[in-house]
């Protein structure tokens, strides 16, 4: 397995505070990615990352922030949480973007009441 | 933009029976193409995937996908499944601009193998 730790992995919070996720890895892949699943939608792309301090947003992106200031990290923030924020994130590395294969992390399940 | 679509939601069989899991994709140029699958409780895993050349890829698990260009197709197949094989099955897409390209998931496909 790709060597991707998220923290925390499981995190029960209010709505309207504010939420970081970590997403680490130890291979020194220069992309990382941040998606959620939620049932009937499969995964979509939340934010990515092609460097350090080098991000854009994907297909879900309102409502989240990120930061990369070193390879290894890759943070997800939400601002100030909401309850359609709720769901399963997973981070994802990727040595080559789209033209390789992306690993994904064991995940982070979020509930928002 | 791409999208993927998986044909089957939820899909119900016994042990020994054939599975053909269907994927279309919608997107005017060159694709990667993959099968993730996630187990009770776990993260993705890859299945197979498609980049370029023979258009059969087999993958882990007695898995195989057939990339049919002028169907825009992948679709999934294993000749007999096992109970084990109870998971969710996600086809993905890239593009291959060389960008940072995050997939495109399907919106899944629950198997169930009944024993």
């Known amino acids: 397995d790709a060597g991707i730790t998220q923290s925390p992995r499981h995190k029960v919070t209010e709505t309207g505070t504010p939420v970081t996720l970590r997403c680490h890895q130890t291979?020194?892949?220069?992309?990382m990615y941040w998606y959620r699943q939620d049932p009937g939608h499969g995964l979509r792309l939340i934010h990515y990352?092609?460097?350090?301090?080098?991000?854009d947003k994907g297909e879900v992106s309102d409502g989240y922030s990120v930061s990369r200031s070193k390879t290894e990290d890759f943070l997800l923030t939400l601002e100030s949480a909401t309850s359609s924020q709720t769901s399963v994130y997973f981070c994802?590395?990727?040595?080559?973007?789209?033209?390789?294969?992306?690993?994904f992390g064991p995940g982070t399940r979020l509930l928002v009441l | 933009a791409q999208s993927v679509s998986q044909h089957n939601h939820h899909v119900i069989l016994s042990e020994a029976a054939s599975l053909e899991l269907g994927c279309n994709y919608s997107?005017?140029?060159?694709?990667?193409l993959f099968w993730y699958v996630q187990y009770p409780g776990q993260h993705l895993q890859l299945l197979l995937k498609?980049?370029?050349?023979?258009?059969l890829v087999k993958g882990i698990k007695g898995f195989e996908a057939e990339f049919i260009k002028s169907k825009f197709s992948f679709n999934l197949r294993k000749p007999s499944v096992q109970w084990s094989d109870t998971a969710e099955y996600f086809c993905?897409?890239?593009?291959?601009?060389?960008?940072?390209?995050?997939?495109?998931f399907g919106k899944g496909t629950h198997l169930i193998i009944q024993p």
């Open positions: 994802a590395i990727s040595a080559l973007g789209g033209r390789e294969t992306q690993y």
């Open positions: 291979e020194n892949h220069r992309y």
């Open positions: 990352s092609y460097g350090v301090k080098d991000t």
């Open positions: 997107y005017g140029g060159t694709v990667n």
């Open positions: 498609y980049f370029s050349g023979d258009p």
């Open positions: 993905a897409v890239s593009t291959t601009g060389g960008g940072a390209d995050g997939l495109t």
